[in-house]
């Protein structure tokens, strides 16, 4: 049941970061000439600094298998993303696509299990 919450937690994390991300690109396109090529590199940064956090919110929720918690948060986040991708545009991944989603999977199951030694550290010292 822990595992399930804190993927739970880190996908509110992971939307949480993405649309505070949104908003600030928004208005930074808006008010600034921001190219396409800077665009690109900051929305892939700042997806995997939400799927890091992601997976170190669901570390320190679930509280233990740090690796299962975060590869589980990361491949639903690249499930639904798929799913997005193929119903809704009807496209596949590209290459790049895949190796960005790989990254995405290892940095989300290092937040976890970075995660999950923070948790445990937290509760030993409440003891």
Do not use: P
Request: charge should be neutral; hydrophobic fraction near 60%; glycine fraction near 12%.
């Amino acid at each position: 049941m822990k595992t399930i919450v804190g993927v739970l937690f880190g996908w509110i994390g992971i939307l949480i970061v993405m649309f505070v991300a949104s908003i600030v690109l928004g208005l930074l396109l808006r008010f600034t000439s921001l190219a396409d090529f800077t665009l690109q590199w900051a929305t892939l940064l700042i997806s995997f600094l939400a799927l890091f956090t992601g997976g170190f919110i669901a570390g320190i929720k679930a509280k233990h298998k740090g690796m299962l918690v975060g590869g589980l948060t990361s491949l639903l986040f690249t499930f639904f993303v798929f799913c997005y991708q193929y119903l809704g545009l009807g496209a596949t991944f590209t290459i790049v696509e895949i190796v960005h989603h790989t990254a995405f999977l290892l940095l989300a199951i290092i937040g976890a299990i970075i995660g999950v030694n923070m948790s445990d550290s937290q509760e030993k010292e409440s003891y």
